[in-house]
C-alpha cells in the first residue's frame, strides 16, 4: 500500500470519520484538528491525489463531488504498522513491544492485557 504523506493522512483521517463528502464538509472538521484554515483549493488539490493514489473515490452529481473512502483505516493502519515494524524494528512485533516496554509508552497493566487477548 502506497505510504500517504503527513497532510494527505491528516485529510484522509477526516474523510474516514465522515464516510462520505464534499471538499467543503473536510474544511471545518480540518480547523478543528489542526486550529487552522487550509485554502478549499488545497484540500482540493490533497483529495485529487488521495483518488489517483487509490485510497478515496467519488460520485459525481453535476459539477459537485462526494468523495468517499475505498481503503479501510484498519486496513492502512495494518499496512503503516507492519511498514514500521519492517523499517525500525528489524520486522519483529516483539523488538517494537520491548521498545514501547522500554521507553515506558506502555506499562504493565496495558501489557498483561495484550497478553491476555494474545491467549484468546
Not at 477526516?14 to 487552522?36: F, N, T
Not at 460520485?59 to 481503503?71: C, D, H, L, S, V
Not at 479501510?72 to 514500521?84: C, F, G, M, P, V
Amino acid at each position: 500500500m502506497i505510504p500517504l504523506t503527513k497532510a494527505e493522512e491528516e485529510i484522509m483521517q477526516i474523510i474516514w470519520r465522515l464516510g462520505h463528502c464534499l471538499v467543503s464538509d473536510i474544511l471545518p472538521h480540518y480547523e478543528a484538528l489542526k486550529d487552522k484554515k487550509i485554502p478549499q483549493s488545497s484540500a482540493s488539490s490533497i483529495v485529487r491525489i488521495l483518488e489517483e493514489k487509490g485510497f478515496v473515490s467519488h460520485k459525481a452529481y453535476g459539477r459537485t463531488y462526494e468523495y468517499f473512502p475505498t481503503i479501510s483505516k484498519e486496513d492502512y493502519t495494518k499496512s503503516t504498522l507492519n511498514r514500521l515494524v519492517a523499517d525500525y524494528f528489524e520486522g519483529s512485533m516483539s523488538n517494537l513491544v520491548s521498545f514501547l516496554v522500554k521507553e515506558e509508552n506502555i506499562d504493565k497493566d496495558e501489557l498483561s492485557e495484550l497478553i491476555e487477548k494474545l491467549k484468546d
